[in-house]
């Protein structure tokens, strides 16, 4: 039996999933394990292997369709197997392996005016028998021809080139698509997209057009009336953007964060003046080791999360009725992408060394923008802290990531004129706030937990006591 390809569950509130696209056209050999197509979840695009070895067949999604979790999206056939000759089991019109290899009968004149010949049985694979019926050949006639008993699509293309010649095709202006040679299913797509067939370039056996070139022309004209779009008209019509994949998923969650979590927010400066001593005194080793600069965020990646497990109210998740606090620290980090946000999640923070912070985070960062990174490692964070320093940001407060209970905003770091020792003096300030979910942390807590985090920040070498 052929291998059912679905669109998978990756998480367990998952009702749907984006196809992005597929990493392998239909009728391309799969390998079990193989990289199949890239799924776009409410977190993440994840890349999909393949179930089983086969041929990829009976295709039904295409990029950017959004499909219930469970639902066929395509098979993969195993050596003798035949597609199913259906229009898209997404519209329910599956057919039973009697009907996709079922015969066909044709009476055959020997003559015009002679009477038929003997019924000949002739067995053709679905897409054989409607490529023949679209330009009204007899099946038995290419049976008789390459003396074959079983008719593939490849034995119509062929037939097809040996009785009527290309220059026949393209002069043929009353029916041009009559003699166009293409799959049913780029027919299909083509006439429910308005594109005329005799202008698309067949890649398929002898230039026939196959369903990925129309799929193709069709992106073509999609990026077309996009770029169009982009750009307001002499009339001063704004650029449309429709809210859809991770812009919409961005959108409904923060919603539903802020209508749900009564936020509170707290803030305060802290003087990082020995932080900016340890980033000079370190950077270079931390770059020898990783490769990458040691920078702000991983330094306030390991204060923080030395600081949560002294306050682990804050490092906690809120599910229904329950807060639950965690011990170890799995910090996210909030990333900016070209037109979303995504936030990977480094492990056990508070255990792991400034290089190893540093490299993981220069990592998950890049394959987060590349759009290689997996969904667990976008999963699970206790935690979240969100860094618009680098963009000059002062103050900001960021909505919380659910379920945690807490997020912190950090700011840029500017120099402000302090007293010390009675004399004003210029200092490198930076501003922190709280944002938490007053129905599991109230004031005093998160409070307490910013104090704590100040005084780490001024005076950074206490963590190493």
């Not at 998923?249 to 509170?264: C, F, G, K, M, N």
């Not at 001593?277 to 390991?302: F, N």
């Not at 923008?369 to 680098?390: A, D, H, P």
């Not at 998160?446 to 104090?451: Q, S, T």
Request: include cysteine; aromatic fraction near 2%.
């Amino acid at each position: 039996m052929p291998t059912e390809v679905v669109m998978p569950a990756l998480e367990i509130s998952q009702d749907t999933g984006t196809l992005v696209h597929w990493l392998k056209s239909e009728g391309d050999l799969v390998q079990k394990g193989d990289p199949l197509m890239e799924i776009e979840t409410d977190k993440v695009t994840v890349e999909i292997e393949s179930p089983g070895t086969g041929v990829l067949a009976n295709i039904t999604a295409q990029p950017g369709d959004e499909v219930p979790v469970g639902q066929l999206i395509a098979l993969l056939l195993a050596e003798g197997e035949l597609p199913l000759e259906s229009e898209s089991p997404l519209e329910g019109e599956e057919l039973s392996e009697r009907e996709t290899q079922s015969e066909t009968r044709k009476v055959i004149p020997t003559s015009e005016n002679s009477p038929a010949r003997e019924l000949s049985k002739v067995v053709a694979t679905p897409v054989a028998r409607r490529l023949a019926e679209e330009n009204g050949i007899d099946l038995a006639e290419i049976s008789d021809a390459i003396g074959a008993d079983r008719i593939q699509k490849a034995h119509v293309l062929a037939y097809l080139e040996s009785r009527t010649s290309m220059k026949d095709i393209r002069d043929d202006q009353e029916d041009p698509k009559h003699f166009t040679t293409a799959s049913p299913k780029a027919r299909r797509l083509a006439s429910e997209h308005g594109l005329d067939m005799t202008t698309l370039a067949g890649s398929g056996p002898d230039g026939a057009v196959l369903a990925g070139d129309v799929q193709e022309a069709l992106a073509v004209r999609s990026k077309s009336t996009l770029a169009s779009r982009a750009l307001p008209t002499k009339s001063g019509e704004p650029r449309v953007i429709p809210v859809k994949g991770m812009r919409k998923v961005i959108a409904d969650r923060l919603q539903e964060s802020y209508q749900t979590a009564p936020h509170i927010s707290l803030s305060l400066s802290a003087d990082v003046t020995e932080i900016l001593r340890i980033s000079e005194r370190l950077s270079s080793a931390v770059q020898e080791e990783t490769g990458h600069p040691l920078t702000m965020t991983a330094i306030l990646a390991k204060v923080v999360g030395a600081t949560l497990c002294e306050h682990p109210r804050l490092n906690a998740h809120l599910v229904d009725d329950e807060i639950r606090e965690f011990s170890d620290v799995h910090l996210g980090i909030a990333v900016a992408l070209e037109d979303g946000l995504i936030v990977p999640v480094i492990r056990s923070v508070e255990q792991r060394g400034l290089s190893s912070i540093q490299s993981e985070l220069n990592d998950l960062t890049s394959r987060a923008r590349k759009g290689t990174i997996k969904l667990n490692e976008v999963k699970g964070g206790t935690f979240t802290i969100s860094n618009l320093g680098m963009f000059g940001i002062e103050h900001f407060t960021a909505i919380l990531n659910p379920p945690e209970v807490a997020i912190l905003s950090i700011g840029t770091v500017t120099d402000v004129p302090v007293g010390v020792d009675g004399e004003v003096v210029l200092r490198p300030i930076m501003q922190v706030t709280i944002n938490a979910d007053h129905r599991a942390v109230d004031g005093a807590v998160a409070a307490r937990f910013l104090a704590a985090l100040k005084k780490a920040l001024e005076n950074p070498w206490l963590l190493l006591a």
